[in-house]
């Protein structure tokens, strides 16, 4: 080729620090329950799917443990009330700074009624 093609940077979206307050290297749910013994976490995105974009660009994230996040029955990707509980929060949270209006406009769905 005689005009090659630049290399494409690939754009980094820069994430919001999530709302939620936790203590380094702790899971909040653990810490709901009064456990702080867990070190590992990994970072969960509330809201999934299409909405996942949107969690990380409004801080609607939040670091489980393995046993909240993934596997066994408290998993939040296996129980739906350990879920809503979370989606629940983080509306809340959400609503302090921002309006109801925006949320709904963010993610479609309200879960508090």
Not at 71 to 84: F, P, S
């Amino acid at each position: 080729m005689i005009y090659p093609k630049r290399p494409r940077k690939k754009r980094r979206q820069r994430h919001a620090k999530s709302i939620f307050i936790q203590a380094p290297g702790t899971c909040y749910l653990c810490e709901l329950e009064g456990d702080y013994s867990q070190k590992y976490t990994e970072l969960h995105h509330i809201f999934d799917g299409p909405n996942r974009r949107i969690s990380e660009a409004n801080g609607l994230t939040v670091r489980l443990c393995l046993k909240h996040h993934r596997e066994g029955k408290e998993a939040v990707h296996n129980n739906a009330e350990k879920m809503r509980l979370l989606q629940r929060t983080a509306q809340t949270k959400f609503e302090e700074n921002h309006s109801r209006k925006e949320f709904m406009r963010l993610i479609g769905r309200n879960y508090l009624e």
